[in-house]
């Protein structure tokens, strides 16, 4: 059974950094997408930053757009979301996705990632 697994995330201060990691694991896992998705209390879940693993294209929230960067290392099963200047705003719970080639939705999700970022 694969998994995705999630780390980095904790508290911080506003203006702070913190890097996120996800590791797809336990499988061989057939990937189109990866996504970073966050869902803070009240809201519902959104898609911050995503990466095409074949070529890299990249898309990003507007809110998070010049702050946030996705990456992903192919050889690892690994993708990365690099949060600088963050705000206290971007508290949320933090959750990668996968989304498998000849799908039009993300099909496995990680336990999420909580991130606080304190004023």
């Known amino acids: 059974q694969g998994q995705l697994v999630e780390s980095g995330g904790g508290l911080v201060q506003a203006g702070d950094s913190m890097r996120l990691s996800c590791a797809a694991s336990g499988r061989t896992f057939s990937i189109n997408v990866m996504g970073w998705f966050r869902q803070a209390p009240g809201k519902e879940r959104a898609l911050v930053a995503r990466?095409?693993?074949?070529?890299?294209?990249?898309y990003y929230a507007d809110s998070v757009k010049g702050r946030f960067t996705i990456s992903r290392d192919t050889s690892k099963n690994t993708v990365y979301l690099q949060m600088n200047s963050l705000k206290p705003e971007d508290t949320a719970v933090y959750y990668c996705?996968?989304?498998?080639?000849?799908?039009?939705?993300?099909?496995?999700w990680g336990q999420g990632t909580q991130v606080t970022v304190s004023s």
């Open positions: 996705a996968v989304k498998p080639p000849g799908t039009v939705k993300y099909d496995y």
């Open positions: 990466i095409t693993w074949d070529d890299g294209e990249t």
